[in-house]
């Protein structure tokens, strides 16, 4: 089982190298990198690639690590009892299975995708560290112990907002995802949009990349965005010129929304075209 990327997913060498080494030392594999690089995307490729079932647990601010585990709903088998409900007899009927343990029960070797872990409290990832590391949990309403049947392929994705836990991290094998070169965003283009006239390409690369590197931005455009617009420029018919003369120091790029997401970034290039004009005059 060796993950080699997909159609679909353009997986740079050290990124699949550091799949595949995950999966031999059967440790996480924690994902960092910026918002829209691929990183959740990787675990569903990762299961396609490998013929794997996927599980996902999308982390919010609010979820508690025995979320993944397992919930007891007490409150529902009180009004059950109070009701004379037969169910009440049977506590099973009562427990939510977690993420974890449908990944720990899971009949094929499955994909558990743990996606952005630091939005949670930090305590979070303490507290998975001991069922992560022997991959078994204890249900204490039941007296049962969960034991993966096989330990799954577990990937844990972070956007960097807060630091993880030394011994958190001790326990994972760790790749960061850096922003794609022009060379690979126009192998990955290519995947989203066959047959795309190189001249447009070549342009809105150009304007693209140009547009990350304006001093001041607050939030420099992704990948998941370069495609948005690209997706917009070839609906909308725009000619590579435009983009051409589209450069962040004259004018604000065209179909900017897809790029630029908030007010701060659009005054800044508001600013830098009236500049532009000022000085032509």
């Given at each position: ?55 996902e647990w ?87 112990n ?51 006239k ?33 997706k ?31 007010e701060?970034?659009?005054?800044l ?13």
């Amino acid at each position: 089982m060796r993950f080699e990327g997909t159609d679909s997913y353009i997986a740079t060498e050290d990124l699949r190298v550091a799949v595949n080494a995950a999966v031999a030392l059967e440790r996480p594999l924690l994902v960092k990198g910026e918002p829209g690089t691929g990183k959740t995307v990787l675990a569903q490729q990762v299961a396609q690639a490998l013929g794997a079932p996927l599980i996902e647990w999308h982390v919010k601010s609010t979820t508690k690590a025995q979320q993944g585990l397992y919930e007891y709903d007490a409150v529902s088998r009180l009004r059950d009892s109070q009701l004379g409900d037969e169910r009440v007899k049977d506590i099973n009927n009562y427990i939510r299975k977690g993420k974890l343990w449908e990944a720990f029960t899971a009949p094929v070797r499955p994909v558990l995708l743990i996606d952005e872990i630091d939005k949670a409290d930090i305590e979070f990832p303490n507290d998975l560290l001991l069922e992560l590391d022997r991959m078994e949990f204890f249900v204490y309403e039941t007296g049962e112990n969960v034991r993966a049947i096989q330990r799954p392929i577990v990937i844990i994705t972070s956007n960097n907002e807060k630091d993880l836990p030394d011994a958190f991290l001790r326990r994972c094998f760790f790749h960061f995802i850096k922003f794609p070169d022009r060379e690979t965003m126009t192998e990955i283009v290519e995947v989203h949009f066959p047959g795309l006239k190189q001249r447009l390409l070549r342009e809105a690369l150009t304007l693209f990349y140009d547009v990350r590197d304006v001093p001041g931005l607050k939030k420099k455009p992704s990948t998941s965005e370069l495609i948005d617009w690209i997706k917009l420029l070839v609906n909308e018919d725009v000619d590579p010129e435009t983009l051409r003369q589209g450069d962040t120091g004259k004018l604000i790029p065209p179909l900017h929304g897809a790029l630029l997401k908030n007010e701060q970034d659009v005054h800044l290039f508001e600013r830098l075209a009236f500049m532009a004009r000022r000085e032509r005059t």
